[in-house]
């Protein structure tokens, strides 16, 4: 089994950056494939993005291209997600998840099999 720890979430305004950590423990073998989603109350959990373990496959939600980076450094088992140029729209909860298969483009939360408790992101205006 793997457990999955994030930090980093908080609030900003407009245009501010957060940079949020998910350290992976226990079975990391199932973390070939780590990814960031989000949910707000009454929406369905939404992938942000997503990176296989050696940088080979890297995924980013359109609505967050360009602005948000996902970087994994494996000797420390940790993820993290540079956020940037934060708007009121990336509020949400931010959940960290993993499997042990490839990362796909699509980001399906139902293929993920392993999930942290989440951190909060709210971006006032």
């Known amino acids: 089994q793997v457990q999955l720890a994030e930090s980093g979430g908080g609030s900003v305004q407009t245009g501010g950056s957060l940079r949020l950590s998910c350290v992976a423990s226990?079975?990391?073998?199932?973390?070939?494939?780590m990814a960031w989603f989000r949910q707000v109350p009454g929406r369905e959990r939404e992938g942000v993005a997503a990176a296989y373990y050696d940088g080979s496959d890297t995924f980013y939600a359109d609505s967050v291209k360009g602005r948000f980076t996902i970087s994994r450094d494996n000797a420390k088992n940790t993820m993290y997600l540079q956020m940037d140029d934060l708007t009121p729209e990336d509020t949400a909860m931010y959940y960290c998840?993993?499997?042990?298969?490839?990362?796909?483009?699509?980001?399906?939360?139902?293929?993920?099999?392993?999930w942290g408790q989440g951190t909060q992101v709210t971006v006032s205006s």
């Open positions: 226990g079975y990391t073998y199932a973390t070939n494939c």
């Open positions: 998840a993993s499997r042990f298969y490839r990362c796909a483009r699509t980001m399906e939360s139902a293929g993920f099999t392993n």
